[in-house]
């Protein structure tokens, strides 16, 4: 099974030794990212998205609120680097599992149910989340799917599998299991919270790859 570590606030531009060589102004912008970003994420988990505005994040971060948006032009981007951090670790566990000659199959279920237990743990930010991917204005969308690709990683992962449908491409298939995913976490976490959402997650996964429709035997 996927195994990770806990999902911690990771700054999304940490500061390393090789970046000696930039500026002490460059240095400076690096930090007050990190600090605003790690604020941010610190009063989201604390007071929940919504009641956290970037007023209080700036404040927060002893910065102005017209600073906070020179790093972030609306506070939904700060959860896009979160976003793509989660992202990026689990695509990592999915190139160690690739490695490890798990087959196709049993890892889709497994990157399914690790993305369950995510969402079970960031229940409170998984619908500001969804809900920037599928934003109506195209820009914003177009930067939440870079941030978190999930359908690139479905489809690195089914890429070798024999079984999928010649008739609709792999593309394809990988974007509908990924917004099945959103969507799914997206009603659990409104409507049915007290659930396991490895169970709904589940049956949603049962019901793409199986279909609606009964076979004739």
């Given at each position: ?151 690139k990683i479905i489809e690195s992962l089914l890429r070798d599998t024999k ?55």
């Amino acid at each position: 099974m996927l195994q990770s570590a806990p999902v911690i606030v990771t700054p999304p531009q940490p500061l390393l030794h090789d970046d000696i060589k930039l500026s002490l102004r460059e240095r400076q912008k690096i930090r007050r990212r990190n600090r605003i970003y790690q604020v941010a994420i610190a009063l989201f988990k604390e007071r929940g998205f919504v009641n956290t505005t970037a007023t209080d994040i700036a404040k927060t971060a002893h910065v102005s609120r017209g600073t906070f948006f020179n790093y972030y032009p609306y506070k939904e981007a700060v959860l896009l680097d979160y976003g793509a951090f989660v992202v990026a670790k689990l695509n990592e566990l999915v190139r160690t599992r690739v490695a490890a000659g798990i087959g196709s199959e049993a890892l889709l279920e497994e990157f399914w149910l690790e993305l369950g237990r995510v969402t079970n743990e960031e229940r409170d930010l998984i619908p500001p989340l969804t809900y920037e991917l599928i934003n109506p204005d195209p820009v914003r969308a177009k930067a939440a799917y870079e941030a978190m690709p999930l359908a690139k990683i479905i489809e690195s992962l089914l890429r070798d599998t024999k079984k999928l449908r010649p008739d609709i491409s792999l593309e394809r298939i990988s974007a509908t299991l990924a917004y099945t995913f959103l969507m799914t976490a997206l009603r659990w976490s409104a409507f049915h919270p007290n659930r396991p959402v490895q169970d709904e997650l589940r049956k949603a996964l049962t019901l793409v790859l199986d279909g609606a429709y009964q076979r004739d035997s």
